[in-house]
């Protein structure tokens, strides 16, 4: 019996940047999931690193790590959040991969003598690249970094059209993602940036098959024709995808328009129709909570908030385990350092706190202060890696009498290296790629909190990170009452820690908004909303002298 063809779905984008092609491509695999088809996503990123991790989180946003390891680009987390498929380093390749790899086989002899080039060399390796991607699949949605018109991205195009004149007819669509922006002194919308950005994927040797163009407000019909006249696309194959409130609409919004209708038509799908009842609930959470919440987010890197993005939608996802929106407000730990700065008057009020990720010394002294006033507050905590390092030094320092504790990442030469180097993380030079990286088994302490919200005492959660908890120190921990309640099962690495004396108090090594999704928010998150609405209802009913939240 013939193997199934598997069809692909090639999203582009033009105009501008940031247009939203990683949730427009998350929103046409949920759709497409959602008509009962096996459909993965795949991220093509044009830049010369081999990957983000080691690239500022303010200029590129976070680093989204999968189960097997790989540090990928944040769009695969909204791929994991809008499809059951697991992503792994197979589903996200960028120019300096591909470069890397070709230039390998070329010092291997691997090419026989020949001249290596852009074509076919660097080609036939993408495309070799997305056709292992979509194996056992039915749908592949590939998006391409970056803008149409950038040269960075040329290779990547170049492999598209190569790829969808090889697949043939019915097994590839191109989706082309665009701004249609609106002229406030004339009254109109420019559909002229569309065209140009239509013309200029033609050039390269793609016409799109759908366009879907990004507005503030629904279009006329005689705009839609007027695009699909200029950019030589069907009448019914332009879409809109309007601002939504909430993300978790779009594939909704795209559905009413009938865009998975259309996709199924062009790659000769025969299946049933997207049932959405699940997203309408989301939405519905989302959209109508009964209660509200407020969490103070103490981070390095807020000046760019898809620096936290997997983080910012945990929260939201927590919300939705407790019929409740989390509004997060988020706090530059830098300005808890500054001369004359309150802790309570840039704190207080909260329902919760919650100390992110990091590396370096900048604002970990601020992040400390955070982590001092919730505990000493009764305030609900929830430390995340670099929040679980700051937690144990606190403590350290506050509790068990240890002066001038801290990191070894921090202060090399502190007297208390209560976090340290990971033994196998010594003598690393290189930074790509060498941190623990990926999912990793934990063993949870029963009766602690960490137990009950998972509800089981193993776990499996993914890592990034070089220093953890000296193990010199543990003893002098959890006499002060710290409990130790998640360990590696060798016992050798502590994955997560608490304070039962303390209301709510949780920090983990691991990294859980990795894992968290909208129809299944992960347990750290659902418990620690569920403590920030517990703490809001006490407050309200116990008179309190506590500040009010300085906004």
Same mark, same amino acid.
Request: proline share 5%.
């Given at each position: 019996?013939?193997?199934?063809?598997?069809?692909?779905?090639?999203?582009?984008?033009?105009?501008?940047?940031?247009?939203?092609?990683?949730?427009?491509?998350?929103?046409?695999?949920?759709?497409?999931?959602?008509?009962?088809?096996?459909?993965?996503?795949?991220?093509?990123?044009?830049?010369?690193?081999?990957?983000?991790?080691?690239?500022?989180?303010?200029?590129?946003?976070?680093?989204?790590?999968?189960?097997?390891?790989?540090?990928?680009?944040?769009?695969?987390?909204?791929?994991?959040?809008?499809?059951?498929?697991?992503?792994?380093?197979?589903?996200?390749?960028?120019?300096?991969?591909?470069?890397?790899?070709?230039?390998?086989?070329?010092?291997?002899?691997?090419?026989?003598?020949?001249?290596?080039?852009?074509?076919?060399?660097?080609?036939?390796?993408?495309?070799?690249?997305?056709?292992?991607?979509?194996?056992?699949?039915?749908?592949?949605?590939?998006?391409?970094?970056?803008?149409?018109?950038?040269?960075?991205?040329?290779?990547?195009?170049?492999?598209?059209?190569?790829?969808?004149?090889?697949?043939?007819?019915?097994?590839?669509?191109?989706?082309?993602?665009?701004?249609?922006?609106?002229?406030?002194?004339?009254?109109?919308?420019?559909?002229?940036?569309?065209?140009?950005?239509?013309?200029?994927?033609?050039?390269?040797?793609?016409?799109?098959?759908?366009?879907?163009?990004?507005?503030?407000?629904?279009?006329?019909?005689?705009?839609?024709?007027?695009?699909?006249?200029?950019?030589?696309?069907?009448?019914?194959?332009?879409?809109?995808?309007?601002?939504?409130?909430?993300?978790?609409?779009?594939?909704?919004?795209?559905?009413?328009?009938?865009?998975?209708?259309?996709?199924?038509?062009?790659?000769?799908?025969?299946?049933?129709?997207?049932?959405?009842?699940?997203?309408?609930?989301?939405?519905?959470?989302?959209?109508?909570?009964?209660?509200?919440?407020?969490?103070?987010?103490?981070?390095?890197?807020?000046?760019?908030?898809?620096?936290?993005?997997?983080?910012?939608?945990?929260?939201?996802?927590?919300?939705?385990?407790?019929?409740?929106?989390?509004?997060?407000?988020?706090?530059?730990?830098?300005?808890?350092?500054?001369? @004359?700065? #309150? !802790?309570?008057?840039? $704190?207080?009020?909260?329902?919760?706190?919650?100390?992110? =990720?990091? /590396?370096? &010394?900048?604002?970990?002294?601020?992040?400390?202060?955070?982590?001092?006033?919730?505990?000493?507050?009764?305030?609900?905590?929830?430390?995340?890696?670099?929040?679980?390092?700051?937690?144990?030094?606190?403590?350290?320092?506050?509790?068990?009498?240890?002066?001038?504790?801290?990191?070894?990442?921090?202060?090399?030469?502190?007297?208390?290296?209560?976090?340290?180097?990971?033994?196998?993380?010594?003598?690393?030079?290189?930074?790509?790629?060498?941190?623990?990286?990926?999912?990793?088994?934990?063993?949870?302490?029963?009766?602690?909190?960490?137990?009950?919200?998972?509800?089981?005492?193993?776990?499996?959660?993914?890592?990034?990170?070089?220093?953890?908890?000296?193990?010199?120190?543990?003893?002098?921990?959890?006499?002060?009452?710290?409990?130790?309640? @998640?360990? #590696? !099962?060798?016992?050798? $690495?502590?994955?997560?820690?608490?304070?039962?004396?303390? =209301?709510? /108090?949780? &920090?983990?090594?691991?990294?859980?908004?990795?894992?968290?999704?909208?129809?299944?928010?992960?347990?750290?998150?659902?418990?620690?909303?569920?403590?920030?609405?517990?703490?809001?209802?006490?407050?309200?009913?116990?008179?309190?002298?506590?500040?009010?939240?300085?906004?």
């Amino acid at each position: 019996m013939a193997q199934q063809q598997t069809k692909f779905v090639f999203v582009t984008g033009g105009v501008v940047s940031s247009l939203g092609k990683g949730m427009v491509s998350a929103s046409i695999g949920a759709l497409m999931e959602n008509r009962g088809l096996k459909v993965a996503n795949m991220k093509l990123d044009p830049y010369i690193n081999v990957d983000p991790g080691t690239m500022n989180p303010t200029q590129h946003g976070e680093v989204f790590v999968t189960d097997d390891g790989a540090e990928t680009d944040l769009d695969l987390g909204h791929y994991e959040r809008f499809v059951s498929t697991k992503m792994s380093r197979l589903n996200n390749i960028t120019t300096g991969q591909v470069y890397s790899t070709v230039i390998g086989k070329e010092r291997r002899g691997e090419y026989l003598g020949s001249t290596v080039q852009v074509i076919p060399h660097i080609t036939d390796e993408i495309k070799s690249r997305i056709l292992r991607c979509a194996e056992g699949l039915d749908v592949l949605v590939v998006e391409v970094g970056g803008t149409v018109g950038d040269i960075e991205s040329l290779p990547f195009l170049e492999a598209v059209r190569q790829l969808r004149v090889e697949l043939g007819t019915q097994n590839s669509v191109s989706v082309h993602l665009t701004l249609v922006p609106h002229i406030k002194a004339a009254g109109e919308f420019k559909t002229k940036p569309t065209q140009h950005s239509v013309q200029k994927l033609r050039e390269i040797g793609i016409q799109c098959d759908v366009l879907i163009v990004r507005c503030e407000q629904a279009l006329s019909d005689d705009v839609l024709k007027k695009m699909a006249m200029f950019c030589n696309v069907a009448g019914d194959a332009v879409f809109q995808s309007i601002d939504v409130d909430t993300v978790y609409r779009l594939p909704m919004v795209l559905c009413e328009q009938g865009l998975d209708h259309k996709l199924a038509a062009i790659l000769n799908i025969w299946s049933r129709a997207s049932r959405l009842s699940a997203w309408e609930e989301v939405v519905k959470r989302v959209t109508e909570p009964r209660r509200k919440v407020t969490v103070g987010f103490v981070g390095k890197y807020v000046q760019l908030v898809e620096s936290y993005k997997s983080l910012n939608e945990a929260l939201l996802h927590g919300g939705i385990a407790n019929d409740c929106r989390v509004e997060i407000k988020h706090i530059d730990s830098e300005d808890l350092e500054k001369p @004359g700065a #309150s !802790p309570a008057a840039l $704190l207080g009020g909260y329902d919760g706190i919650l100390v992110a =990720p990091g /590396f370096g &010394a900048r604002g970990t002294e601020g992040k400390i202060e955070a982590v001092r006033y919730a505990r000493e507050q009764r305030v609900p905590f929830f430390g995340i890696c670099y929040g679980l390092h700051m937690a144990t030094i606190e403590f350290a320092r506050t509790v068990c009498g240890l002066e001038r504790a801290n990191s070894t990442e921090i202060d090399p030469t502190s007297p208390h290296p209560v976090i340290d180097l990971m033994p196998d993380q010594r003598g690393i030079v290189d930074k790509g790629a060498t941190m623990r990286l990926g999912a990793y088994p934990c063993v949870l302490r029963p009766g602690t909190r960490a137990a009950e919200a998972y509800g089981t005492s193993e776990i499996s959660e993914r890592h990034r990170h070089r220093w953890e908890v000296n193990n010199n120190y543990r003893d002098a921990l959890e006499r002060h009452g710290m409990v130790l309640s @998640g360990l #590696s !099962p060798d016992g050798r $690495l502590v994955e997560m820690i608490e304070l039962p004396q303390h =209301p709510y /108090f949780v &920090a983990c090594q691991f990294h859980p908004e990795f894992k968290s999704r909208p129809s299944s928010p992960h347990p750290l998150f659902a418990r620690f909303i569920k403590a920030a609405v517990e703490y809001q209802v006490r407050e309200l009913t116990t008179p309190s002298s506590k500040p009010a939240l300085v906004r």
